[in-house]
């Protein structure tokens, strides 16, 4: 029999150690169907209702990828150059994200940083001055570091998560400079909740069109309007629709 497990997943054994150790044994719908993809370096757009799993998805995803240049001989050398990035809408949310992925690393063995806003700049410089691998970082925070203390040139994986906020007409000019501010190539990867979604369609096509060809992924096809999906599937940017059934109670 074929398991369905975390450990069917192709994640570098210190993952799997720490996923083993924490009491984590099946990944989550949207863990499943995300991880695949993710680990194979396609951008995705998950939408998945909030505590669905969708952090865990894209941590794991990004911490394998990262030590795994780091096990082939190409580790952070230089500081201030993160190739794992995590944009979040408020500090409270930052602060999570930055503690689910640190409950990850103490095995795996990578650098995590913040620069969240509610702090004073000089904090977020000193944090973020030497080497590190991933940064959680506020879209305000993150462009005064990118004026003269953080630049994006070995960016490798780029994350909007709550893009439903991060992607509303406040934030949007913020998550589009970060995006032309990235090197060519990055993965990108969009969480969202499925009641906000049709409106930001033409915005994730953007920003394939940029970054790559995107994959929509969803949890349940009753939560979206059928307008997005078949418009998704159908886009310019490659963009294509990878939907599990809704659950038959």
Partial sequence: MTSSGFDAIPLLPSLQRTLAEVGFTDPTEVQALALPGLLAGRGTVAVAETGSGKTLAYGLALLDRLKRLELDGDAVRSGARPRGLVVVPGRELGEQVAAELKRFTHDTRL???VALGGTRKAVSRERTAGPFEVLVATPGRLEQLLDDALTLDDLRLL????????LDPGFL????RLVAAASDGVQLVVEAVPEKIELKQSIFEELGQRLGPTVLLAT??????????????????????????????
């Fill in 159 to 166: 994350v909007f998560d709550e893009a439903d906020e991060l």
């Fill in 111 to 113: 650098r995590v940083r």
């Fill in 173 to 176: 000019p913020a998550a589009r």
């Fill in 220 to 249: 349940n096809t009753s939560s979206l309007p059928i307008s997005l999906m078949i418009g998704v599937a159908m886009s310019d940017c490659t963009m294509s629709a990878m939907f599990s059934e809704p659950s038959v109670s």
